[in-house]
Nanobody
Framework: QVRLVESGGGLVQAGGSLRLSCAAS????????MGWYRRAPGNERELVAV???????NYADSVKGRFTISRDNAKNTVYLQMNSLKPEDTAVYYC????????????WGQGTQVTVSS
């Protein structure tokens, strides 16, 4: 069974920084794309950033230049460094990964709350 466990959320003032981590565990053969999504109150879940197994990245326009996604393939872990945080970044952040065990499947973490105060 595969699990994604997130950590690093919390409360921060506008302009501050947070670093999210998400570790995958279980019977993992390989992981292709890993990423972060978020859902703000009253909104749909939206993509924040994704990264492939070879390090290619893609970001939402709203976070470009402020957030950086990275991964450690040896640890099956993806990170999201969030700088210059704004109140509109407040949301529950979810880790996502496409993981192959016997077959490729999409997995989600439980979510971690990020709150940015003005």
């Amino acid at each position: 069974q595969v699990r994604l466990v997130e950590s690093g959320g919390g409360l921060v003032q506008a302009g501050g920084s947070l670093r999210l981590s998400c570790a995958a565990s279980g019977s993992i053969f390989s992981i292709s794309v890993m990423g972060w999504y978020r859902r703000a109150p009253g909104n749909e879940r939206e993509l924040v950033a994704v990264i492939t197994s070879v390090g290619s990245t893609n970001y939402a326009d709203s976070v470009k230049g402020r957030f950086t996604i990275s991964r450690d393939n040896a640890k099956n872990t993806v990170y999201l460094q969030m700088n210059s945080l704004k109140p509109e970044d407040t949301a529950v952040y979810y880790c996502n990964a496409n993981i192959r065990t016997t077959v490729p499947s999409n997995y989600w973490g439980q979510g971690t709350q990020v709150t940015v105060s003005s």
